[in-house]
């Protein structure tokens, strides 16, 4: 009688991430391994461990995640195959496009559970790629890759400056659902925070430590604002007051939406080019300051001259007389002093008589 062989479970790191790259909650997990929702978790902080036939179902589930897996998880199958095995490194173009293709496509649909908008989720995911991109030799070591360009792209989607575009201010096509369209209502009426709290720990899955983290914010916090959306929720929608049934309903909200990602050639692409178009504004902006800082050096006065003070009336000085003819008094006095008053040296020196 032969046994099968029990295939090889990924490090718990890596666990979370093979189940979101099938767009599976923790709570669809214990259903079909037939545990419950804490056990997952558990498996995926590495408090525990499978064993038996849990653990091979368990890791037969994980076996059938995309072949297409960022660079961590890459190497942590590689540990597993034989010692010999010769193993090629991935390129950064590589091990980025691997990156996108596992976390692209489920990331699109989160974002637009944030937004309740298709482009604007679609542009985010791109910005935060291209960021991802640009910054790839600190994105290629994070610990965990795929939460920092998560973290990133709702930062996107949040910002409050969407709300000054002009494509803002029409909005988008409902769900063509009502129960879609009454629960997505309800998540755009939740402030932000709130909204991201919920959608990270009863949507992805993930422990209220790690949604405090994500979201900056401490555990009470968090979890008063998960306690908060929860109720806003069953208090709208009576059949969503277990809030074990809003993940999967979350899910089929995201799914129905058709969102596609761009290619990640494009979105490298963009990345490059936008760092070239900011690279030469910069230059371009130091030229301008430098020539404006050299014909202020050539055109400013060497030295300090005091400005002129303006001029200001005194009093009790006659005003001077314009020109014009002589009165007769005048022209007798002009005459006597011309006749007396002696001309040359003598003029100024005193007369000794």
């Known amino acids: 009688m032969t046994q099968n062989p029990t295939i090889p479970l990924p490090p718990p790191a890596e666990r979370r991430r093979l189940r979101e790259s099938q767009s599976l909650t923790r709570a669809q997990v214990a259903t079909r391994v037939g545990v419950s929702r804490e056990t997952v978790r558990a498996w995926e902080t590495g408090r525990t461990t499978p064993r038996g036939r849990k653990a091979q179902a368990y890791a037969s589930l994980l076996a059938s995640a995309p072949v297409s897996v960022p660079a961590p998880v890459a190497a942590a199958v590689v540990?597993?195959?034989?010692?010999?095995?010769?193993?090629?490194?991935?390129?950064?173009?590589q091990a980025f496009d691997a990156l996108y293709a596992f976390c692209a496509p489920a990331l699109v649909r989160q974002t637009y559970?944030?937004?309740?908008?298709?482009?604007?989720?679609?542009?985010?995911?791109?910005?935060?790629?291209?960021?991802a991109w640009h910054r790839w030799p600190e994105v290629?070591?994070?610990?965990?890759?795929?939460?920092?360009?998560?973290?990133?792209?709702?930062?996107?989607?949040?910002?409050?400056?969407?709300?000054?575009?002009?494509r803002h201010r029409h909005p988008e096509a409902p769900p063509a659902d009502p129960a879609d369209r009454a629960l997505l209502s309800v998540l755009l009426k939740l402030p932000p925070p709130y909204r991201r709290?919920?959608?990270?720990?009863?949507?992805?899955?993930?422990?209220l430590p790690e949604t405090a983290a994500e979201t900056e914010a401490s555990t009470r916090a968090a979890a008063g604002r998960l306690l908060h959306a929860r109720e806003t929720v069953a208090t709208r929608l009576p059949d969503l007051t277990d809030p074990g049934h809003l993940a999967p309903r979350?899910?089929?909200?995201?799914?129905?939406a058709r969102l596609r990602a761009p290619r990640p050639s494009s979105v490298r692409a963009g990345s490059e080019r936008r760092a070239r178009n900011w690279t030469q504004a910069a230059?371009?902006?130091?030229?301008?300051?430098?020539?404006?800082?050299t014909f202020t050096?050539?055109?400013?006065?060497?030295?300090?001259?005091?400005?002129?003070?303006?001029g200001t009336t005194v009093q009790g000085v006659p005003p001077q007389a314009a020109p014009g003819p002589l009165s007769r008094t005048e022209q007798k006095l002009r005459k006597k002093l011309q006749d007396t008053t002696p001309s040359g040296p003598e003029r100024v020196l005193?007369?000794?008589r």
């Open 79 to 93: 540990d597993e195959g034989p010692a010999d095995a010769p193993v090629a490194p991935l390129t950064p173009t």
């Open 113 to 131: 559970l944030l937004t309740g908008r298709r482009e604007l989720a679609r542009e985010s995911v791109e910005r935060a790629f291209q960021l």
């Open 350 to 352: 005193p007369d000794p």
């Open 197 to 207: 709290t919920l959608l990270l720990h009863d949507g992805l899955g993930l422990g």
């Open 297 to 310: 050096l050539h055109t400013a006065p060497t030295r300090y001259e005091p400005p002129v003070a303006p």
């Open 283 to 293: 230059i371009a902006f130091t030229v301008a300051l430098i020539g404006a800082t």
């Open 140 to 166: 290629a070591v994070d610990p965990d890759p795929a939460g920092w360009v998560r973290a990133t792209a709702y930062e996107c989607a949040l910002s409050p400056w969407h709300r000054f575009r002009a």
């Open 250 to 256: 979350l899910a089929g909200l995201a799914t129905h």
